[in-house]
């Protein structure tokens, strides 16, 4: 599972730094997780589009990484309710 990014689509726009200190709007509850291709020359950051195709800009990486483990989840157990469906399945495919 190796380039793959785990983000957090959240109920509020993505946090927005203004300098040192918290991001505003920092732990606004996340609304669905989804997986993402790691951007060309990083394993850290997102590309552009999630595997279902969403705009990356406005979600957040998770601090999960999929360990690679066949049988292990790509997603962060505890928000296993909250995972896309249309990335799960593209993910269960690969």
Known sequence: MSGIIVVHELDTPAPVRTGKGPAQGA?????????????PGT????????????????????????????????YPPQEANLVCSSCDAVMDDS
Do not use: I, Y
């Open 27 to 39: 732990g606004a509850p996340v609304r669905q997780v989804h997986a993402a291709p790691a951007a």
């Open 43 to 74: 394993t850290t950051e997102p590309g552009p589009r999630t595997l279902c195709g969403k705009d990356t800009f406005a979600m957040e990486p998770a601090r999960w990484t999929p360990s690679g483990q066949p049988g292990s989840p790509w």
